[in-house]
């Protein structure tokens, strides 16, 4: 199926080349997963949604009526993820920002399939060699300047590989190419804090808003040392590692409970949903 | 006039939401200024589109044929400026760059009119409060994250001051937010590195092919120290810095040397041409 696509708010698939989206990368996304018709975690979104636009003073949309597209094209899908972009809209050449901006919503939806294997034995990792830059001033938004991301994620096209780990320029573990990174030690969990870079994730929000979570500098050390290591995403959930270099970890108390969790507030993956056939 | 548009050589304005460009900032652009149907600077910009494309991995398009839709667009008009941007093409969801990809590429040409002044008594700039992070993956590439440029470019908005020095997270001074800076002491030519963060610009490359030019790290102490400042843009020429914070200079002789050379090559700048109405 070809995604179902509107751009503020009417069936279409195509936006101007001059969209500063197109142009600088001068917007947000959201990446949701809608279960029959329901965003467990759009609060968790659109209140991020609203403090990126906040610091990249983009206005924002109306977050009811975004949700309500959202639903719309997710209409008649058992899983679905979609995604939104934001931009500043249509602007003339140069960098400086219209002073009266008309920004401009996409929303894409395309039905989801996930690994099932991946939530029940866990995901095998690596290391990525590109490191995140430092830059406080962007650091925790989902805005669409993605090179970074797009030339870690381009270092290995093994797909025995779920996920890259990336480094900042200090040599510190923030988090995946495309999800966050949690780690548990005797019970306690800690993820890497995401203020010099990195994008603070609405599944990793939703894991601090239930655990306590200690926000930490984490190195390669430390991490080859954790009781239980996995990934949070909003599309993929709660993701167990299961192999990264020479160390593997089987899915432990921590995981399964947050597992569970997601489960409970009707986000089920695919592994918990098959058991019952095996 | 609006601008003049193409997407793929065909007429068209507009592109794909799913179009890598919009979704990641995932491509490359360039912006070249076409004097009466010529791009004097031209090799330059293929030389860096192309090098660009190297260390994205996308395949570099043909870069005859770009220029000829540079030319195509801009027939007609004695001054103008055409933007090329060239992207990953369209792409599943994911930051995983497409095996075989087909990229996108997008020029708009629109009519030039400079400010006669700027190259002539030369412009007031500010200091911007925000930094460029340090990427030496993606420094010196014209690519499509542009979104610290944006944030500087948008902490002010008063016509009277024409651009904005940036500085790298280590407080060095790199450039513009959308030129390179050049420093002039006892008539010897020096500009800050561009290996850790900033643009690589082609007018710059020019500068450094014709005159010996020192690569330094540049702090604010050193350039108020300095006996000529200027900037340096494809599109905007050598543009003398007249004032910046308590310092003021007058353009000296390698800034007029070099705005002659400019002229030579075939980019006129409106201070030259209007000097013999005056």
């Not at 142009?23 to 979104?45: I, K, N, S």
């Not at 995140?132 to 797909?159: F, I, T």
């Not at 306590?212 to 590692?241: C, H, K, Y």
Request: proline share 8%; net charge positive; glycine share 8%.
């Amino acid at each position: 199926m070809t995604p179902r696509t509107s751009v503020d708010f009417l069936d279409a698939d195509r936006v101007s080349v001059s969209d500063r989206g197109f142009t600088y990368g001068d917007g947000l996304f959201e990446t949701v997963r809608v279960v029959h018709g329901r965003a467990p975690l759009w609060p968790r979104h659109a209140a991020r949604l609203a403090s990126g636009c906040g610091r990249l003073r983009i206005p924002p949309p109306d977050m009811a009526a975004v949700l309500g597209e959202v639903l719309r094209l997710s209409a008649g899908l058992d899983d679905a993820v979609a995604r939104i972009t934001l931009t500043r809209g249509a602007g003339a050449r140069g960098y400086a920002p219209p002073p009266a901006p008309r920004p401009t919503l996409v929303v894409t939806v395309s039905p989801l399939t996930l690994d099932p294997s991946a939530g029940r034995e866990g995901v095998a990792v690596r290391l990525c060699a590109t490191r995140l830059a430092v830059q406080p001033l962007l650091a925790g938004m989902k805005h669409l300047n993605r090179l970074e991301q797009v030339m870690a994620r381009g270092e290995w096209d093994d797909p025995a590989i779920a996920e890259g780990l990336m480094l900042d320029a200090d040599g510190h573990l923030v988090s995946a190419t495309a999800a966050n990174l949690f780690v548990v030690f005797d019970g306690r969990l800690a993820t890497p804090h995401v203020d010099r870079c990195g994008v603070a994730g609405v599944a990793r929000a939703e894991v601090m808003a239930v655990r306590d979570v200690e926000q930490v500098r984490l190195n390669l050390g430390r991490l080859m040392a954790a009781d239980e290591v996995f990934l949070t995403s909003a599309v993929r959930g709660i993701l167990p590692v299961r192999v990264f270099a020479t160390r593997s970890w089987q899915p432990g108390p921590v995981i399964r409970a947050l597992q569970a969790h997601w489960r409970d507030i009707g986000l089920p993956s695919p592994a918990s949903s098959k058991d019952s056939d095996r």
